[in-house]
């Protein structure tokens, strides 16, 4: 009898070590924090810039850091998140770079009861960790930005502003080095166009 019962608890004890949920790795958070350095000395405007909030694609509107292999198929990394939207990080990056250069007269958001010249929506089209059929992989990036005028709701320009870097390696913190790397080369490009159109009679 005691025999038995010995066997039946060694039972329970491995049945109990084997339906125990396997340990997950913990998630880690990556802040999108691209370095903008224009490549131009942009004329001082003395008009007001609105600056909309980012609209993105779907599967770039919540904290996935999204991948796309050589067939095209894409995902999303599982124990890598942004720490945002990259739309918010986009946003204040942007603001940041136009607000610290002063190259308006000033740059607002779009619910500051501010009567602005200017604004500038963007669209975020791409932002991605992407494999190739060579083995390599690169961040890419793509912004849609155009400035209307504010009071005839005209287009006065829009572009496509688009980068890409390569990755040191294929793992979620080589891709999101490469991803901030070529952002900070769009939105370098886009501070330079915005001064541009800023310019215009």
Known sequence: MRLISSVLLSLVLISGCSLRPETKPPITRYFLQPEIVPACTPQKSNKLLQLNFPDSAPSL???KIVYKKSDLKTGSYLYSKWNQPPSSSIAI???TALKQR???KDTIYA????????????KVMQLEHSFSDA???????SLDAVIYDAQSRSVLSSRLFSSKTRAASDDAQSGVNAINDALGKVLSAL??????????E
Do not use: H, M, P
Not at 111 to 122: C, W
Not at 135 to 141: A, D, L, R
Not at 194 to 200: C, D, I, K, P, T
């Open 93 to 95: 990056a942007l603001y």
């Open 102 to 104: 002063k190259i308006f």
């Open 135 to 141: 083995e390599e992989s690169y961040g890419i990036v």
């Open 61 to 63: 509107s919540g904290k």
């Open 111 to 122: 619910n500051t009861r501010v009567r602005s010249d200017l604004i500038l929506e963007i």
């Open 191 to 200: 501070v330079c166009w915005s001064a541009e159109q800023g310019s215009v």
